[in-house]
């Protein structure tokens, strides 16, 4: 039986927390069908294995008791398909404690493969710009964004990169993780059947019949609401202001809580980008999102 490591490397806005609760909720189901999804290097109040993606990355996050990439070893001693995911992975800029996973897998046999959900690159832009401006991000002006993005084919924000160039992602993936184009299975993000298509990724049809009746409810799962517009507006202004003065992380935090509160400022929705901004990224990706979608599995 061939022996797999299923790396899980989101995107980030591509509904990876859904289906890394399900995950957990179910990983007694799961490795009854073969599959285990380790407990190690999953932090306190979460559902994925950021832990092993911030040793990987060198992340100020990582914190040794919630278990490290050495830690995963023992189950690889198990002989049975394992699964980790972290959106955190997106960055793909390693350190040498990714050598230590290689190797680890190496040396039991393993094949590595990466499952790598994406999205049509106008639709993740406003939900990413809604998503950095709660981590603080001041969005002044989204023209010069998106021609950023286009010359790099990403962006970065903090700790993170969120990629957009694909291609140019995909390649990274083979250098970092050392496999073939052909071990990474590529999917398209859509709002419906997300966790299902996840896991056809790794299982047949007849092991799929018996964790069906587990999917219904969770694929209705909302997770993480979109803030309103207004909300972001505000946020936005807020995050502004907070560069010229000295606000405490406590007084930001519950300061934060209020302008996210739907409730408190609910908005029509209407798009963050005009028609003129979602026709530039879709000109600037359509070709190379048509041939992903050829090679694609």
């Given at each position: 039986m061939k022996k797999i490591l299923y790396i899980h490397i989101g995107n980030h806005k591509t509904a990876t927390t859904k289906i890394q609760?399900?995950?957990?909720?179910?990983?007694?189901?799961?490795?009854?069908?073969?599959?285990?999804?380790?407990?190690?290097?999953?932090?306190?109040?979460?559902?994925?294995?950021?832990?092993?993606?911030?040793e990987v990355f060198r992340d100020k996050r990582y914190q040794d008791g919630f278990g490290s990439i050495a830690g995963l070893e023992p189950l690889f001693n198990l002989n049975k398909t394992l699964l980790i995911s972290s959106e955190d992975f997106e960055?793909?800029?390693?350190?040498?404690?990714?050598?230590?996973?290689?190797?680890?897998?190496?040396?039991?046999?393993?094949?590595?493969?990466?499952?790598?959900?994406?999205r049509k690159q106008e639709e993740l832009l406003p939900s990413l710009i809604k998503e950095i401006t709660k981590k603080g991000a001041v969005i002044q002006n989204i023209d010069l964004l998106i021609s950023s993005i286009i010359r790099r084919?990403?962006?970065?924000?903090?700790?993170?990169?969120?990629?957009?160039?694909?291609?140019?992602?995909?390649?990274?993936?083979?250098?970092?993780?050392?496999?073939?184009?052909?071990?990474?299975?590529?999917?398209?993000?859509?709002?419906?059947?997300?966790?299902?298509?996840?896991?056809?990724?790794?299982?047949?049809?007849?092991?799929?019949?018996?964790?069906?009746?587990?999917?219904?409810?969770?694929?209705?799962?909302?997770?993480?609401?979109?803030?309103?517009?207004?909300s972001y507006k505000m946020l936005n202004y807020f995050n502004m202001i907070c560069k010229n003065y000295d606000i405490d992380y406590s007084r930001y935090q519950n300061i934060k809580s209020i302008l996210l509160d739907n409730k408190v400022f609910f908005s029509a929705e209407h798009d963050l980008l005009t028609k003129s901004q979602k026709q530039i990224l879709i000109d600037e990706f359509k070709s190379s999102n048509a041939s992903l979608i050829n090679e694609s599995k």
């Open positions: 609760q399900f995950c957990q909720k179910n990983s007694e189901k799961l490795k009854n069908l073969g599959l285990i999804y380790p407990k190690v290097g999953i932090p306190t109040g979460s559902f994925g294995h950021h832990n092993l993606a911030w960055s793909l800029k390693p350190n040498n404690s990714i050598n230590t996973l290689l190797n680890i897998a190496s040396r039991h046999e393993y094949e590595i493969n990466i499952i790598l959900y994406i084919g990403y962006l970065d924000f903090l700790n993170w990169r969120f990629w957009f160039n694909y291609k140019l992602q995909i390649k990274r993936v083979t250098e970092v993780f050392k496999i073939d184009k052909k071990n990474i299975y590529l999917l398209w993000f859509e709002k419906q059947n997300i966790i299902k298509n996840f896991l056809e990724q790794i299982f047949d049809p007849s092991a799929m019949e018996k964790i069906n009746s587990k999917l219904v409810e969770s694929e209705n799962l909302i997770l993480n609401r979109s803030m309103s517009n207004l």
